[in-house]
């Protein structure tokens, strides 16, 4: 029977540890393929947007955050893994303004070729994270695949005013990342042996950061969007939060918040499928400087996993709330602006 220290998770992946979603292109021509959604004046929030999750009001002072999200390993650890899953997971609940309530894992596990052991890490992982968000398991649901995959399904509460969509920017804002980017491309670099155990525990502890303190730090504050950055990368989360809200916006890519080596890794040609497609579906509504290669575009798409929280914020509290963001403990950066020039564009400079 192979033990839990002795597997290498990622290897059993056909996406080679790589936890990208299905590219955007795709998917809207997918959903363009289904019947429209029957309306619901109670639906605040569904498919006729990009946004991280559904919203149902249950009445005028409480609706439902509903989201899922699983892909197979990107860290060969269990336990790791079951913590990254269930943060990314969770963290579509608070870039809605919401707060985690419960939720249901969804798993796919070869139980005939891996050690039960291997699976009730991954899910001790998920439980430790679930009770630092405040959330309770109530079930799940498995299967057996010849491909691990885990994740959850998550719902949470918020009062109807106070959703945060992707959809309100306003020009002016200012644009604050809650945590660094590059993740996808360290994560294929641990399939190819290219980082040390210090560099794996670095970004993993990344991921497996919740974006709670970010949430709630935020939640005094005149937030006007927010979305969280995961696998369509950060120019494709906040090309959405453009394109939603009718606006422009002028990315400052020093100011951007990089992962350790990222670049060095990028430069050697570590860059994962899911990156060159983010960057494909939105280069050509993106201005880059004539002066920025190919490399440091590809950064800016880098398809993360349990990313940081992009938000759009009073440009007057802008600076406060980042100072509150670094007293928190949170890697956060200011990043950019929201313009009224070049609606459903970004300016990168």
């Not at 504050?221 to 989360?237: E, I, Q, R, S």
């Not at 440091?296 to 398809?303: F, I, K, P, S």
Request: aromatic fraction near 4%; hydrophobic fraction near 40%; include cysteine.
């Amino acid at each position: 029977m192979i033990q839990s220290n002795s597997v290498k998770l990622t290897s059993l992946s056909s996406k080679g540890g790589c936890g990208c979603k299905i590219g955007p292109a795709d998917l809207a021509e997918v959903i363009r393929m289904l019947p429209p959604t029957t309306l619901n004046s109670d639906l605040l929030v569904g498919l006729d947007t990009s946004d991280d999750a559904g919203v149902y009001r249950l009445n005028d002072d409480l609706a439902l955050v509903q989201t899922v999200d699983f892909f197979t390993p990107i860290v060969d650890d269990p336990y790791s893994f079951g913590q990254v899953a269930a943060a990314n997971a969770i963290s579509d609940i608070y870039a809605m303004g919401g707060k985690p309530l419960t939720a249901l894992n969804i798993v796919a596990f070869p139980i005939a070729t891996l050690d039960k052991h291997i699976l009730a890490d991954i899910l001790r992982g998920a439980a430790d994270k679930l009770k630092e968000a405040g959330a309770t398991l109530v079930g799940g649901h498995s299967i057996d695949d010849k491909e691990p995959k885990f994740g959850l399904a998550v719902t949470g509460l918020v009062h109807p005013q106070k959703i945060r969509t992707n959809t309100g920017a306003r020009p002016g804002d200012k644009l604050i990342l809650t945590k660094p980017i590059g993740v996808g491309i360290l994560t294929s670099s641990i399939k190819k042996g290219l980082l040390t155990s210090k560099e794996i525990a670095r970004v993993t502890e990344v991921m497996a950061t919740l974006n709670k303190k970010a949430a709630e730090t935020m939640e005094s504050y005149d937030v006007h969007a927010c979305t969280d950055v995961t696998g369509f990368g950060l120019l494709g989360h906040a090309l959405e939060i453009a394109k939603g809200s009718g606006v422009g916006i002028r990315m400052i890519q020093k100011q951007v918040p990089i992962l350790e080596k990222v670049r060095e890794l990028a430069e050697k040609g570590v860059i994962p499928g899911g990156t060159k497609n983010n960057y494909a579906h939105i280069k050509g509504s993106v201005s880059f400087p004539e002066t920025m290669d190919q490399v440091d575009q590809w950064v800016l798409c880098d398809a993360v996993t349990s990313g940081g929280l992009l938000i759009a914020v009073e440009v007057e509290q802008a600076e406060k709330l980042l100072s509150e963001l670094h007293q928190v403990g949170v890697e956060a950066g200011l990043i950019g602006e929201v313009i009224e020039e070049e609606a459903g564009r970004i300016v990168v400079i």
